[in-house]
């Protein structure tokens, strides 16, 4: 599928919070239940994410975004794929667009649930560098963190 990606600005806030409402909602039981309303996400990503965060989008030729990344500093806060089109390369090609842009490195969390996304990420070279309890998520769930090697 032929995309692009580009900058996310304020006109975009409200898209990617249902991009990422939609994404959560399609990965089922590989991430738990949402710590927030959905009127709480669109507010975040509203007045936090996309004025502070480097936010990207990848939109089909018809302008639908199918793909979120937010990258915070060496961290990829986010990153999410329309439920309906994961596993056609968008997610391979926002990560090649994070590790451009953080080439000293990158880390992530990952819920230990999303078996799917560890593979995904362990096929892009990260590693494992962390295992908690949940204990520091607002979802209280077990989670994993990743790194680019660069990051050790």
Do not use: C
């Not at 996310?8 to 089922?28: I, M, S, Y």
């Not at 039981?29 to 996309?50: C, F, G, L, S, Y």
């Amino acid at each position: 599928m032929r995309i692009t990606i580009r900058p996310a600005g304020p006109g975009d806030a409200a898209d990617a919070a249902e991009l990422l409402l939609r994404a959560r909602r399609g990965a089922g039981d590989a991430i738990p239940p949402p710590a927030h309303t959905d009127d709480e996400v669109r507010a975040w990503m509203r007045t936090v994410v996309i004025p502070t965060r480097e936010v990207w989008l990848a939109t089909a030729l018809d302008g639908r975004s199918l793909g979120l990344l937010v990258l915070d500093g060496a961290w990829i806060d986010q990153l999410y794929v329309d439920a309906d089109h994961t596993r056609s390369g968008i997610g391979s090609q926002l990560v090649a667009l994070a590790k451009s842009r953080r080439p000293r490195g990158l880390q992530l969390w990952t819920f230990e649930s999303n078996v799917r996304a560890q593979r995904f990420y362990e096929q892009h070279g990260f590693v494992v560098a962390e295992r908690t309890d949940g204990a520091g998520n607002e979802e209280r769930a077990p989670d994993v963190r990743y790194v680019w090697p660069a990051l050790r």
